[in-house]
């Protein structure tokens, strides 16, 4: 039976970043919140603080090693499973691919030292600025590695002649129109569902047994940094939809099934889509598009008509795109509500719905991170470097593609199983109460 490598190059390539990108996510957003952590922890001289630095690190420490597994999957990939885009853009690309290594020594250096000087220096301070390295060091990892991505949507910095990139200009194409919205997208996405998943940790603990003090920190910590990143993430996804307007009018336009040019078009919420193109079921906000794409409830927004079929996304990411703007809101509300009901002494923002709710955040945070890749990834369709190299073209056509599969798939059992296995025996058997007695023997019983 003749395989189908096209579809078994794309099969591989999304099991891979599926599964690379939530140790990517907690690669760039954890870090951020062991510093604040720690400098709260040494600017109240508060131990709960401080063992949430430490032990966030820890566990953080399991999964960079995952990390760096599967990140060399992904280069590996690339020139056994896309030789041809490597043969052609592999000069435009390796500038930024070599500083997103550079990047990830620079954090695991830091974080070697960081996990190894505590308690060393006369003046905490000092070992709260080695948390900044590393938290510099995953924003710039995933700084570079996005502006790769960037770049193969709106490529930029070389001229094409006989099917070769000539006369590249790196830094051009690092700072293409793509790269600025994608990269404020990625990183406060990253940070907000790091804060998601260590409140979710919080709350799952709190209603496993009676809050003590060190979790109630924990949990309003990281849920007052969740609703920060959460509106941030608002107004970084307002600039990624009229960056689409502007510069990929079709990705925006599948994902809002808007299929006629326009002006005061409507935002498509939900639905349902036929073979005719007719929408049912769906919420319509009147001319919201137009204000979305352009700041203008008026504004003419570009209709899928435009693009010629076969270089039309497919229509299905219009899911994908809600799924990931409801999680995000979601995430928001939730948040804003916690922190309302925590300033008013007589509502309990501890109760068991606020904590189910922040429980299930920290997995939805990271769903919403795979539907916004998936929707990024498919809504550049057919296309692999957009209008020059489509992912036909690109793919391998080796016949081992299905074995090597299956090789991935096993590896990525194997390491999402031990992950899993050491994480859960780091800390059920050493729980936070009797590591705050040991490293802090002065601290209240009744305040742990």
Request: hydrophobic letters at 50%; charged letters at 15%; proline letters at 4%.
């Amino acid at each position: 039976m003749d395989i189908d490598t096209v579809l078994m190059s794309r099969l591989i390539t999304a099991m891979t970043l599926g599964f690379h990108i939530i140790f990517a996510t907690i690669g760039v957003g954890v870090p951020l919140m062991i510093s604040i952590a720690e400098f709260v922890g040494v600017k109240k001289n508060d131990p709960h603080y401080k063992m949430m630095a430490r032990r966030w690190a820890r566990g953080f420490v399991i999964t960079v090693a995952v990390g760096v597994v599967t990140g060399t999957a992904i280069g590996l990939q690339l020139s056994l499973v896309w030789p041809n885009f490597m043969q052609v853009a592999g000069n435009v690309i390796s500038l930024p691919l070599f500083m997103e290594v550079f990047a990830f020594f620079f954090e695991a250096i830091f974080l070697g030292i960081y996990l190894y000087t505590w308690d060393r220096f006369k003046k905490p301070f000092t070992h709260w600025f080695l948390s900044i390295p590393i938290v510099i060091g995953g924003g710039l990892s995933a700084v570079f590695i996005t502006t790769v991505n960037a770049f193969m949507n709106t490529p930029e910095g070389f001229a094409m002649e006989n099917g070769s990139f000539l006369a590249v200009n790196p830094l051009a194409a690092m700072l293409n129109p793509a790269t600025p919205s994608k990269v404020l997208h990625v990183l406060s996405s990253a940070y907000l569902a790091c804060a998601a998943l260590l409140a979710a940790i919080a709350a799952f603990t709190i209603l496993k047994k009676k809050a003590s003090a060190y979790h109630k920190k924990a949990l309003k910590l990281t849920v007052t940094i969740m609703f920060i990143f959460a509106a941030a993430n608002l107004l970084t996804g307002d600039t990624s939809a009229k960056f689409l307007a502007e510069h990929q009018p079709e990705k925006l336009a599948a994902a809002e099934w808007h299929f006629e040019t326009e002006q005061g078009a409507d935002l498509v919420v939900f639905g349902w889509l036929n073979d005719a193109h007719e929408i049912t079921g769906e919420i319509r906000i009147p001319k919201f598009l137009s204000f979305l794409a352009h700041g203008d409830f008026n504004a003419e927004v570009t209709g899928l008509e435009e693009t010629p079929e076969k270089e039309r996304p497919p229509l299905w990411i219009h899911y994908m795109f809600d799924l990931m703007v409801t999680i995000g809101m979601a995430l928001l509300g939730i948040s804003f509500l916690y922190l309302v009901f925590s300033m008013v002494k007589k509502w309990n923002e501890l109760n068991k719905w606020f904590l189910w709710s922040l429980l299930f955040s920290g997995p939805l945070a990271f769903l919403a991170i795979e539907f916004g890749w998936i929707y990024a990834e498919e809504g550049r369709q057919p296309w692999i470097i957009r209008g020059y190299m489509t992912v036909d073209e690109a793919a391998t056509s080796s016949p081992y593609i299905g074995l090597m599969f299956f090789l991935f798939l096993g590896l990525y059992i194997v390491l999402g199983t031990l992950c899993i296995i050491t994480l859960r025996k780091l800390f059920r058997n050493n729980p936070v109460e009797v590591e705050l007695e040991k490293q802090y023997p002065s601290i209240e019983k009744g305040d742990e």
